[in-house]
């Protein structure tokens, strides 16, 4: 496991935790003003949330992946919906991935744009991620396409943008995610594989993908070989060395949260099969 805050100064908003048989990687939403809206904060919310799935994780009764986020977003909305505006589209909100091997399989659960990386041991990486936040966004940014930056008209087009995206959230036709409502992880994309058609499972945030797209790296069976070289770790130094040449350039992206989870040591008998 490895974790990195984007920039000096500010909290680090993901969340990565694991207990026996189970992981679990949030990505923060570091929205502009949610600090008036919510007291507590982005990395309060993830922290907070992570914490309450690790423990419904540890019990091992065999509940589903949706359930369980269901009921650990109820939690945290109850634990502070006295206080702040939790309904409000800008508040506390995270992207979730979630891995479980319970009997022969290993459970998963992608809500909004966080990446599994499944590392079959036939047929190369089988990527997993929710692409609607990514193509409700590129919807909502196209009346910005031949608007001069840094212009009133680009400023005000782009607030508009941003409204319409946030009209999207968690609404039918648009993307899901963790936020104060739990019938979001119904909108997860889940699935279910064979223990044994695995050699591992990386879990990636979306500022560590970056090492794929759009900064173009390596490739997805590059990422494995280089988790397996020099682990999640090595991951975000190659996003940090592309970010660094790429600061100050236009159209730099602003440097994100990284962070990267990298299961290889899968329950299994000692004849080689999945434990029952």
């Known amino acids: 496991m490895a974790t990195s805050a984007g920039r000096a100064g500010r909290p680090n908003e993901d969340f990565l935790?694991?207990?026996p048989g189970a992981a679990v990687l949030l990505d923060g939403a570091g929205i502009p003003g949610?600090?008036?809206?919510c007291a507590h904060g982005v990395a309060w919310y993830t922290h907070r949330l992570g914490g309450a799935l690790l423990?419904?994780?540890s019990r091992d009764d065999g509940r589903?992946?949706?359930s369980l986020l269901a009921a650990a977003i109820g939690e945290i909305a109850a634990a502070h919906r006295g206080t702040c505006d939790i309904a409000h589209p800008a508040s506390p909100q995270a992207t979730a991935a979630i891995v479980r091997a319970h009997r022969d399989r290993l459970d998963h659960l992608v809500l909004a744009d966080s990446f599994l990386v499944l590392d079959q041991v036939r047929g190369g990486p089988q990527v997993v991620t929710d692409e609607r936040e990514v193509s409700s966004r590129r919807l909502c940014s196209a009346p910005l396409d031949g608007v001069v930056p840094g212009t009133?008209?680009?400023?005000?087009?782009?607030e508009s943008c941003v409204e319409a995206l946030r009209a999207r959230r968690n609404q039918p036709g648009g993307y899901w995610i963790a936020k104060d409502d739990p019938r979001a992880a119904e909108e997860a994309v889940t699935g279910s594989r064979p223990l044994h058609d695995l050699d591992g499972v990386a879990l990636l945030s979306n500022g560590a993908s970056r090492i794929v797209s759009p900064y173009g790296l390596t490739d997805w069976p590059g990422v494995l070989e280089l988790l397996a070289v020099h682990g999640p770790a090595g991951v975000i130094r190659r996003v940090r060395q592309a970010e660094?040449?790429?600061t100050g350039g236009p159209g730099?992206?602003?440097p994100d949260d990284a962070t990267v989870a990298h299961c290889t040591h899968l329950p299994r008998s000692e004849a080689g099969e999945p434990l029952p």
């Open 17 to 19: 935790g694991a207990v």
């Open 64 to 66: 589903d992946l949706v």
């Open 55 to 57: 423990g419904r994780l």
């Open 152 to 158: 009133p008209e680009y400023d005000r087009v782009r």
């Open 34 to 37: 949610t600090e008036s809206i």
């Open 252 to 254: 730099a992206p602003v």
């Open 244 to 246: 660094a040449r790429a």
